[in-house]
């Protein structure tokens, strides 16, 4: 039990939908991110919020829109994906940005973009 | 920029041996911070351990040891008497302290199999 959940954790979807992933923390982290895993690559971060505000956009897509309502959810919204964008979605949390603080994971949401 | 490099992709060892995982950093920090990750088939990344970079102990935890040394910029693991629920993919992993560099870089990863 790391204290972050996310949901769903199995998506299939056409590049057509429009769909949302949900991360939730239970730690009282101030810190979230967003992580892409794809097969054979490096964990790749995509964002990170930092009480609530968004302080890092890895150049991702706009076809991806993260939101943060506060510090204890995170969401990424997802729109006409490309079948490369079928990937293991983790969310994390921190203590705060500093890079001294270890992350926590979730389990991650298995995407399937057909 | 900070890179790290986990050169070996995938080991298999039998249970009970004992497997070392390499890693190696690169940064041009002198006060950064090092992790070492564990990610199961069930997905989620599971925190081991963390090391500054001015604390050059070696750690032990149970059958888990960690050898730090800034002279080659390498941060191994080693499992001693692996076990089958050793097997998992091993990230190691690299933050700084101003900016960017905060976030995690992490390494490629390492496939463990243990073999009963």
């Known amino acids: 039990e790391t204290g972050v959940t996310q949901t769903p954790r199995h998506l299939v979807m056409g590049m057509t939908n429009k769909k949302s992933l949900k991360c939730e923390q239970h730690?009282?982290?101030?810190?979230m991110y967003w992580y892409k895993q794809s097969a054979k690559k490096p964990l790749e971060l995509m964002f990170v919020y930092n009480f609530k505000e968004q302080t890092e956009n890895n150049s991702v897509p706009s076809r991806f829109s993260p939101e943060c309502p506060n510090s204890s959810h995170l969401f990424l919204h997802l729109h006409t994906l490309q079948p490369e964008d079928s990937a293991l979605y983790l969310c994390?949390?921190?203590?705060?940005?500093?890079?001294?603080?270890?992350?926590?994971f979730g389990p991650g949401t298995r995407l399937t973009v057909l | 920029a900070q890179k790290v490099t986990q050169a070996q992709t995938e080991i298999s060892v039998v249970e009970k041996e004992d497997v070392t995982l390499d890693c190696v950093y690169e940064t041009r920090d002198t006060t950064y911070y090092l992790f070492w990750y564990k990610q199961p088939p069930s997905g989620e990344l599971v925190f081991l351990i963390r090391?500054?970079?001015?604390?050059?102990q070696n750690e032990i935890s149970g059958r888990y040891s960690w050898n730090f040394q800034k002279s080659t910029s390498s941060f191994n693991f080693t499992i001693t008497a692996s076990q089958v629920v050793d097997s998992a993919v091993y990230f190691c992993a690299l933050s700084g302290i101003r900016g960017s560099a905060r976030q995690l870089t992490f390494g490629s990863g390492t496939q463990l199999t243990v073999l009963p």
């Open positions: 090391r500054n970079s001015f604390d050059e």
């Open positions: 994390a949390s921190s203590q705060t940005t500093s890079g001294l603080n270890e992350q926590f």
């Open positions: 730690l009282g982290h101030n810190a």
